[in-house]
């Protein structure tokens, strides 16, 4: 069973720019959640999908947005990039009522 | 404000010794907790979880122990192995709360030296 894929691995942006990320979760999964990892913050949870449907959302700003679609595949988007956006952004899947996610290898974002 | 707490950034254990890793939690409404692990340039994969209801939770070599009074938990791996050098992150989940939230520590970076 492939795993979670995340596209593009590497993203180099300036400041000001917007960016799109997509993951596609394992076959099945419904659920896809998106986490930002910095150095100084560790993981920190960004937003959560469920059957096309936001379920949750961390504490960041509007510029971060994301949007399911009907195969589960997502994506996020970020707009006005800012220097502190430079992070690695996870992306993970789980199945309905399991307690367990699966990651991706993320992609690492640099905004200039 | 920090959740979820793992206050050694990183631990050197000897091969085939034990190796414990803490992680501490100030929020009694959590009821499920995680930990993976992460390799450089991978994403997190999961290792081992444990419900609040229970104390112990056993696979192969690894073992994690909740401290509900203490609000405490630890993972015991034996024997420590090379292969799992990595950064090992505790995560917990809220009760009642959806799947796909998980509040993270930020994590402790296990060396295992041959």
């Known amino acids: 069973k492939a795993g979670v894929t995340q596209t593009p691995r590497y993203l180099i942006k300036t400041r000001g720019q917007q960016v799109t990320l997509s993951c596609s979760p394992i076959?099945?999964?419904?659920?896809v959640s998106w986490y930002q990892q910095t150095p100084g913050q560790g993981l920190q949870f960004l937003f959560e999908?469920?059957?096309?449907?936001?379920?949750n959302k961390g504490n960041f700003p509007g510029r971060f947005s994301g949007r399911q679609f009907s195969n589960s595949r997502s994506e996020m988007n970020v707009s006005t990039l800012e220097l502190g956006d430079s992070a690695l952004y996870l992306c993970?899947?789980?199945?309905?009522?399991?307690?367990?996610?699966?990651f991706g290898p993320g992609t690492r974002l640099t905004v200039l | 404000d920090q959740q979820v707490k793992q206050n050694s950034p990183s631990l050197s254990v000897q091969e085939g010794r034990i190796s414990i890793l803490n992680c501490d939690y100030t929020?009694?409404?959590?009821?499920?907790f995680l930990w993976y692990k992460k390799y450089p340039a991978e994403g997190p994969t999961f290792l081992i979880s444990?419900?609040?209801?229970?104390d112990k939770n056993e696979d192969g070599r690894f073992t994690v122990f909740l401290n509900k009074s203490a609000k405490h938990l630890s993972l015991h791996i034996v024997p420590s192995q090379p292969g799992d050098s990595a950064v090992y992150f505790c995560?917990?989940?809220?009760?009642?709360?959806?799947?796909?939230?998980?509040?993270f520590g930020k994590g402790t970076k296990l060396s295992v030296k041959p």
């Open positions: 993970a899947s789980s199945l309905a009522f399991a307690h367990e996610q699966f």
């Open positions: 076959s099945g999964h419904r659920s």
């Open positions: 999908y469920f059957s096309e449907t936001q379920r």
């Open positions: 929020n009694s409404m959590f009821d499920y």
């Open positions: 444990i419900s609040s209801i229970k």
């Open positions: 995560a917990a989940r809220y009760y009642g709360g959806s799947q796909g939230n998980l509040i």
